[in-house]
């Protein structure tokens, strides 16, 4: 039965085929298999006939900020949305491709087993590009090996590979050297003097008493994390200020979450950061592996201890935790109190 579906709506995976969410069924089971079809065959005659390139990015860490990158050194060029679903961001990302388009960006998340399927019966990328992978919806793909195997499924028809195990450098870097890559085999200019980086991710904020807040707020996962706080320890010695990390739970880590949370608690024993700050469930386990740190049932009592504090001295503080804790409120606060 799910094969013959699959027949009309296309390969999505078994999740994606029946949501547990709530949706319109006409949308579900018409629009959207319609709309995958169309966007199928108008981007075979975008690349056939138009030449057109086309850039496949996957991976668990620096996805959109890559995307971001090269959408500011390829003027003109025409990338998914940030933020939306990409079963359905990347065919309404190829039907509103202009004719004449010369490069088209799709940032390929892989959440379930067979999305990276689905994605590659959309779309044959020239140029894959695969950021660093880790832990990432391990309650749905189980385990790292899964999770590398499906998304270097991205490489399956592509004419160059650019890959993050390739790149001796950490972090931010990474991101750089990727584009660096791209824009070589483009012959074009990899100038990112000008790039601001999206919101909440990796932001510097001065804040008026001269502390420096760090909104990396958007997500997290445990690569992500880590990469953080090394930033934030290596600016923190830089600078001369005290580190402050806020930490909101990285959700999806099915049978890892509390291991990868006390790794987290590990680290920032191991970096001497003295000041924890911790909401969600999960985190308990941080505070409990670093052997120190504070607990918040809610962002309102969190930020009368930060505001508090920040008035008395000088910080540097990350902010950061995955999208449902929304901590980009706890940032939005924070901003308006220290103006």
């Known amino acids: 039965m799910n094969h013959l579906l699959r027949l009309w709506t296309g390969p999505l995976p078994k999740e994606e085929l029946f949501p547990d969410r709530e949706y319109a069924p006409l949308t579900?089971?018409?629009i959207h298999p319609v709309k995958r079809r169309l966007a199928k065959y108008y981007l075979l005659i975008l690349q056939k006939f138009f030449g057109l390139i086309v850039i496949g990015i996957t991976g668990s860490v620096g996805k959109t900020t890559t995307k971001k990158m090269l959408e500011s050194i390829l003027p003109g060029c025409v990338a998914t949305a940030d933020n939306t679903?990409?079963?359905?961001?990347?065919?309404?990302?190829?039907?509103?491709?202009?004719?004449?388009?010369?490069?088209?960006?799709?940032?390929?998340?892989?959440?379930?087993?067979?999305?990276?399927?689905?994605?590659l019966w959309l779309a044959h990328p020239d140029i894959a590009i695969i950021a660093p992978i880790s832990l990432t919806h391990t309650q749905y793909l189980k385990n790292l090996e899964t999770i590398i195997s499906e998304k270097n499924k991205i490489t399956k028809y592509a004419k160059h590979v650019v890959s993050y195990k390739n790149i001796k450098a950490s972090g931010y870097e990474i991101n750089q050297d990727i584009v660096a890559q791209v824009a070589a085999i483009l012959k074009v200019p990899a100038n990112l003097n000008s790039f601001i980086p999206p919101a909440h991710r990796m932001n510097f904020i001065i804040l008026k008493n001269g502390s420096i807040l760090i909104d990396d707020s958007y997500n997290a996962s445990p690569l992500s994390t880590q990469?953080?706080?090394?930033?934030?320890?290596?600016?923190?010695?830089?600078?001369?200020?005290?580190?402050?990390?806020?930490?909101?739970?990285?959700?999806e880590l099915g049978q890892y979450e509390k291991d990868s949370h006390e790794e987290v608690g590990k680290l920032i024993k191991k970096f001497n950061i003295k000041n924890l700050y911790c909401i969600g469930p999960a985190t308990k386990h941080t505070i409990s592996s670093a052997g120190f740190g504070s607990y918040f049932e809610n962002q309102e009592d969190l930020l009368n201890v930060i505001s508090n504090m920040i008035h008395n001295s000088l910080f540097i503080i990350l902010i950061k935790g995955s999208h449902s804790w929304h901590l980009e409120n706890l940032v939005d606060k924070l901003l308006l109190l220290s103006s």
């Open 85 to 119: 679903t990409s079963t359905y961001n990347i065919p309404s990302t190829i039907l509103r491709t202009p004719l004449g388009t010369k490069y088209l960006i799709l940032e390929m998340g892989v959440e379930y087993i067979g999305d990276m399927d689905f994605y």
């Open 28 to 30: 579900h089971w018409f």
């Open 227 to 251: 990469e953080a706080l090394k930033t934030l320890v290596k600016i923190s010695k830089e600078k001369k200020l005290t580190p402050v990390f806020i930490f909101g739970q990285m959700n």
